[in-house]
């Protein structure tokens, strides 16, 4: 079964650092792009960034660019997302999804979700 | 950037009815335009992708059209099932963005 499985979210202080994991099974991860989308609680989608599937190539949403870091290891089917500098505004449950490649393809494959809660 | 507009954003319908959801870009996206359905608390669904491509194990009454700026999802012979969140989304350029959602609730 292809499965995506989200972790890492939890309440942190605003200025601090969070990683979010997400493991994929069922799938050659390896073949496939993947991306964090953020929502926040009874409001729309957020694209907040992809990789490539050989992880060389990154991509980000200009309200996380410079204070987000997304990185993939391929030998353990995980994706990551390294969080700084955290703001009130990056609460949202973040899912991970899987595309093909990172452009002209839909996400395919969504996690469960984890929540991150930036508050003092 | 490329705002997707939806419309409505919201709809109340009855089961049976057919439902047409429309989703228009401020530039031309070719056909990279995908649906997606969310269901309360739960992660979205891919339901079409490129604008028409159907999913394997969505129902059938779920059928995509349009290209370039316009878009349509069309609901035909509506469940009660199918009372959901419903949003478009393109991959064509950076950033990557979705539409603002419609919210659709079965009578």
């Known amino acids: 079964e292809v499965q995506l499985l989200e972790s890492g979210g939890g309440l942190v202080q605003p200025g601090g650092s969070l990683r979010l994991s997400c493991a994929a099974s069922?799938?050659?991860?390896?073949?496939?792009?993947m991306n964090w989308v953020r929502q926040v609680p009874g409001k729309g989608l957020e694209w907040v960034s992809a990789?490539?599937?050989?992880?060389?190539?990154?991509y980000y949403a200009d309200s996380v660019k410079g204070r987000f870091l997304i990185s993939r290891d391929n030998s353990k089917n995980t994706l990551y997302l390294q969080m700084n500098s955290l703001r009130a505004e990056d609460t949202a449950v973040y899912y991970c999804?899987?595309?093909?490649?990172?452009?002209?393809?839909?996400?395919?494959?969504w996690g469960q979700g984890t929540t991150v809660t930036v508050s003092s | 950037e490329i705002v997707l507009t939806q419309s409505p954003d919201f709809q109340s319908v009855t089961p049976k009815e057919k439902v047409t959801i429309t989703c228009r870009a401020s530039?031309?996206?070719?056909?990279?335009l995908h649906w997606y359905q969310q269901k309360g608390d739960q992660s979205p669904k891919l339901l079409i992708k490129?604008?028409?491509q159907s999913i394997s194990g969505v129902p059938s009454r779920f059928t995509g059209s349009g290209s370039g700026t316009d878009f349509t999802l069309t609901i035909n012979s509506l469940e009660a099932e199918d009372a959901a969140t419903y949003y478009c989304?393109?991959?064509?350029?950076?950033?990557?963005?979705f539409g603002q959602g419609t919210r659709l609730e079965i009578k």
């Open positions: 999804a899987s595309s093909y490649v990172v452009f002209h393809y839909g996400l395919d494959v």
């Open positions: 069922g799938f050659s991860f390896s073949t496939y792009a």
């Open positions: 990789i490539s599937g050989n992880g060389v190539s990154t």
């Open positions: 530039q031309s996206i070719g056909s990279s």
């Open positions: 490129n604008a028409s």
């Open positions: 989304h393109q991959s064509v350029g950076l950033p990557i963005t």
